[in-house]
């Protein structure tokens, strides 16, 4: 794939980098790779219709645009393991030790210090344009009731934004160029937050226990449960912290 990072369009202040992308992809004038930064958003979104609340300035919000990405829709979840794979990739650089808690969210511990929205344009079944969302946590030091991190509070400096930013260009990049590598599965596995470990979930019938055995190729999370292997889309199944 062709590389990403070349143009980099730098917001003041926008409703949401990814609504911004998408429109002005639809509008026919944004190349491939483009990368939009916000200072703020006043309506980032979330995974499931949540949103996405930062304070202005201090982390980054920003998204990238794959064009030509021709990937089956069953295959999109390699998207997901190489935004995660490279979020995982930068921190862990920085001594953060960082794991992805399935499918994209990236945690320190219990305290979740990235997230990521990938939002796909297809033909037919063909994923032929992806917007890929990320809100990393830099600096912010308050988090009020929510369970989150940054790299400020977990290595104790002051964390430039544009170095995070092309520093994560790169490892995209690098990442990037291995989509049909089947080897990118078993790493994702190696960074699985709970792979492995018996652990509470919940699901509609309430709270059980089971070990993460592994992620089927269409992003279902694996358990064993009572013997058997389970396995659960993101709306099936909660992590119990
Ligand atoms: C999540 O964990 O729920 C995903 C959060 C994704 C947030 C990023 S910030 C940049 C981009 N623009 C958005 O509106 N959301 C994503």
Redesign the pocket.
């Known amino acids: 794939m062709e590389e990403i990072g070349r143009n980099i369009i730098r917001l003041e202040s926008v409703d ?4 911004y992308t998408a429109n002005r992809v639809r509008a026919g004038e944004l190349r491939h790779g483009a990368v939009i930064l ?1 200072v703020e ?1 006043t ?6 219709g ?1 949103v ?1 609340l930062t304070e202005p300035g201090m982390n980054l ?3 990238v645009y794959l064009d030509n990405v021709n990937l089956s829709v069953e295959r999109q979840f390699i998207l997901t393991k190489i935004v995660s794979l490279s979020l995982v990739d930068f921190l862990n650089g920085r001594g953060v030790a960082a794991k992805i808690k399935w499918p994209n ?1 990236i945690y320190v511990g219990k305290k ?1 210090i990235a ?3 990938i939002e796909n344009m297809l033909k037919g079944s063909l994923i032929k344009k992806s917007i890929i ?3 990393l946590n830099t600096n912010q030091k308050e988090f009020g009731d929510l369970s989150a991190t940054s790299l400020r509070l977990q290595t104790g400096d002051h964390c430039s934004n544009d170095e995070a930013l092309f520093s994560l260009i790169e490892r995209l990049n690098k990442y990037l160029q291995r989509i049909d590598d089947s080897g990118l599965n078993r790493e994702y596995l190696d960074h699985l937050f709970r792979m492995g470990e018996p652990a509470s979930f919940e699901d509609d019938n309430g709270v059980f226990e089971g070990t993460i055995i592994g992620v089927d190729t269409d992003g279902k999370l694996c358990l064993d449960r009572d013997s058997s292997v389970k396995k659960y889309s993101l709306k099936e199944i909660k992590f119990i912290l």
């Open positions: 949401s980098t990814n609504n916000a958003q309506q980032g979104r979330g995974q499931m949540a996405w919000t920003f998204s969210d979740k997230g990521v929205l969302g990320i809100g």
